[in-house]
């Protein structure tokens, strides 16, 4: 997003079309075709996209109009909102090593980000923070729940479809210049990033996915320490610790669920 330096909407359409061109041709051109669900199935990626496509707009939205801090926080509400519906809609036991991590995690994001910042007009922007918040974690449910009855290539594919179409009339540009950051957008992260996500949510239940999420704005402190040379504080990294310790916590009290949903 940084690097490109085009409207949110624009670096998701295009980065869509390049997954959907290499997903296509790998579902199309090999034996996945025959994981194609029939029509009346299609609704259900259809139902995904259209979820992550407001989680991702949301999310962006509140970047705009309020502080990182704020954005993110809010955001990372998905862990505890799916923590107690995950119990009464896909019938998941909440572990005690659960309920740990995810108390570290939020302490760990909440010490990284130096907490919330009221006032200010933040309003909307926090606004928006909890909706994109709501939306990961129907995410993470309806996710959870799908990828038991759909191969994660067809979800990822059907999915970006929905997006896609619903973002085509919004779209009047294309700029030319920034192409090689739609190509590895749609690769690595709209491509191999949410394959690899459904893959795992087929066998690790949703609690669990939902507190190795907090491993994001980690890696994005990583991350932009190496390639945007961005020097993170003392905070940032004692929060990233409890956050990489709750991760642990989290690998070690379970492991694979089986795939039981």
């Not at 959907?20 to 299609?42: D, W």
């Not at 962006?60 to 519906?85: G, R």
């Not at 928006?128 to 990822?156: D, E, H, M, N, W």
């Not at 980690?218 to 003392?234: D, K, Q, R, W, Y």
């Amino acid at each position: 997003m940084r690097l490109s330096g085009v409207p949110v909407h624009i670096l998701i359409f295009y980065s869509c079309i390049v997954a959907l061109i290499v997903q296509g041709m790998t579902l199309f051109l090999t034996n996945y075709r025959k994981e194609i669900p029939r029509a009346g199935l299609l609704k259900y990626p259809a139902i995904l996209g259209a979820i992550a496509l407001l989680n991702t707009f949301a999310y962006f939205y509140a970047f705009i109009h309020t502080t990182i801090a704020n954005a993110v926080l809010t955001h990372y509400t998905a862990p505890v909102i799916v923590a107690f519906v995950a119990p009464a809609v896909l019938k998941e036991r909440i572990t005690k090593n659960i309920v740990v991590a995810l108390a570290i995690a939020s302490a760990g994001l909440w010490l990284m980000l130096n907490g919330f910042s009221l006032g200010g007009g933040h309003t909307a922007g926090i606004l928006a923070g909890v909706i994109s918040g709501f939306a990961y974690a129907a995410v993470i449910i309806a996710a959870r729940i799908f990828t038991q009855a759909f191969k994660p290539l067809v979800l990822a594919f059907f999915s970006n479809i929905v997006v896609a179409v619903i973002l085509l009339p919004f779209v009047k540009e294309f700029p030319l210049h920034v192409l090689w950051i739609f190509v590895l957008v749609g690769v690595v992260h709209s491509t191999i990033a949410p394959i690899l996500y459904y893959q795992g949510l087929k066998h690790v239940s949703a609690n669990r996915a939902a507190v190795l999420g907090y491993l994001e704005p980690v890696s994005a402190i990583i991350f932009s320490m190496v390639f945007l040379h961005e020097a993170p504080g003392a905070r940032s990294i004692a929060g990233g610790v409890l956050i990489l310790f709750s991760g642990y916590l989290t690998l070690r009290g379970g492991g694979l669920d089986a795939g039981t949903s």
